[in-house]
Structure formats: structure tokens, C-alpha cells
């Protein structure tokens, strides 16, 4: 990007906004102007985010939730218009990986998997759309990104169950599209390649945190800072501009 993007007067919320991507979107959301709603379950590093933004002359509302827990998103909704005012921007980045042959039979991180990374994903929409439309219907710009991956694109041994919640994430994306921009409201998806985050953290399978550690090793991974920067791009663009979604690779990536 070649100038800084002014989003002073939109209210952003950044779900999953306590490390990797999340983090780096709401704190450069921040400095572009925007007031930023941190939602994430580990409320100390939420706190430590927002004191920064403070400190720079932000705004930053910090809530503490589970969004599988779909009261504790219908309350965090309603905290952010009550302190904030009606969203504008709504990135849904929360999300679990947890790659392993179907063979193994783990039915606990299938399930851990479809409730973050789709049952979620859906509530949290849920829980937002009304501001959405809402703040599209005063002409202003009105954006909702949720974050897949290139998994649900290509075929990666092992990941059936992480990639098919990431097809999800497109396939509901584009879907809720035609529902939803006629009303104003934009709505996209990213879909980052190998990116350096706590993601690959939560791993088990050896066979995949060995490709990771190689793949590591051969090529340069984005950094959550550069996906960061494509969301901000995206929420600036002029309000009848749609950018329906972003793939994201690493340039050695070719996978």
C-alpha cells in the first residue's frame, strides 16, 4: 500500500484478536482510525493489545468470550453497539487446525474443529449482521471478512476435516454475498497460505508438524502483519467496491 488508509469513525470487530492475525488486523485497523472491539477468550492478552492501542491514541473495547458459546457472542454484539456504537467491519478470524488421518478416529478435534471454525464463524455472523446492514443503511461502507485458508482449496494429505471447514468458510461467503450486498454490506474472504502464527502450535500429527517445520525452512512465510495489511486494503476501498476473496501465498508457496 502506498498511503495510509483513514477508517477514523468505523467501528471494527476482530474476533480471535488475541495473537497471529487477529492481533496484527485490530492493531493496524487501530492506527488506520478505526475503533476496535477485541473479542478472544484469553482476556489478559487482550488487555495487554489494547493498552497498546490506547497508548497510541486508539480506542480498543476489550471482551473476553468464547464464540462457540453463542450467548457470550450475542452479548459481545451487543457490548460492542452499546460502547461503540453499530459495526462497520467485522472480521471473523477465529479458527482451529488440527490436522490428522481420519484413520486415527480423533471424533474430539473433528468436533473442536467444525464448532470454532464453522458453527461459530455462522453465530458470530448472527450476531453482527443487523449492525452491519445497519451502518450500510446510513451510506456508510459496511464490511464483513472471515478468514479460510488455501486448505480449502487444495488437496493437503491429512486435512480433510480442517480443509472442509475452510471450504465452508468460501462456499458461506460467497453465498451470504448475494444475501447481503444489496443491502451495501461487502463481504469476503481471505484465504492465507503458510502464515507464521500460534495455528500450527495446536498440531499433533507428526507427519504434518514435520512438513510444516520443512516447508518453513525452504521458503519465507507470510507474517500475520501481511495479511493484516490486505484486510486493511480491503475495508478501505470505496464502498461499491467488493473484494469477494483474497488468496494469499507465500511467493515460493506454489501449494
Same mark, same amino acid.
Given at each position: ?60 473495547? &476489550? ?33 482451529? @487446525? +488440527? ?10 478435534? /473433528?468436533? $473442536? ?10 453465530? $458470530? ?39 472442509? !471447514? ?6 458461506? !461467503?460467497? $453465498? ?34 514435520? /512438513? ?9 512465510? +507470510? $507474517? ?24 494469499? @501465498?507465500?511467493?515460493?508457496? &506454489?501449494?
Amino acid at each position: 500500500m502506498t498511503s495510509t488508509p483513514t477508517l477514523t469513525g468505523r467501528v471494527a470487530v476482530i474476533v480471535g484478536a488475541s495473537s497471529g492475525i487477529g492481533e496484527a488486523t485490530a492493531r493496524r485497523l487501530a492506527a488506520a482510525g478505526a475503533s476496535v472491539a477485541l473479542i478472544a477468550r484469553r482476556a489478559d492478552r487482550l488487555e495487554a493489545i489494547a493498552a497498546d492501542i490506547r497508548r497510541a491514541g486508539g480506542t480498543a473495547l &476489550v471482551i473476553a468470550a468464547d464464540v462457540t458459546d453463542s450467548s457470550a457472542v450475542r452479548e459481545a454484539a451487543a457490548a460492542v453497539k452499546n460502547k461503540l456504537g453499530s459495526a462497520g467491519i467485522l472480521f471473523n478470524n477465529a479458527g482451529i @487446525m +488440527l490436522p490428522a488421518p481420519i484413520g486415527e478416529h480423533r471424533d474430539d478435534q /473433528w468436533k $473442536t474443529q467444525i464448532d470454532l471454525n464453522v458453527s461459530a464463524l455462522v453465530t $458470530t455472523v448472527g450476531a453482527f449482521v443487523d449492525q452491519l446492514v445497519e451502518t450500510a443503511a446510513t451510506g456508510a461502507p459496511a464490511d464483513l471478512i472471515s478468514t479460510g485458508s488455501v486448505a480449502g482449496e487444495a488437496l493437503f494429505t491429512n486435512f480433510a476435516v480442517y480443509s472442509g !471447514t475452510k471450504a465452508f468458510v468460501k462456499h458461506f !461467503t460467497t $453465498t451470504l454475498r448475494a444475501e447481503l450486498g444489496p443491502k451495501g454490506v461487502r463481504v469476503g474472504s481471505i484465504a492465507p497460505g503458510l502464515v507464521q502464527t500460534e495455528l500450527a502450535n495446536h498440531v499433533t500429527d507428526k507427519n504434518v508438524t514435520d /512438513w510444516l517445520a520443512e516447508a518453513q525452512e525452504t521458503m519465507t512465510a +507470510l $507474517t500475520a502483519a501481511d495479511i493484516a495489511e490486505v484486510v486493511t486494503f480491503a475495508v478501505s476501498l470505496p464502498s461499491h467496491v467488493n473484494l469477494q476473496h483474497i488468496t494469499i @501465498m507465500p511467493t515460493r508457496q &506454489v501449494v
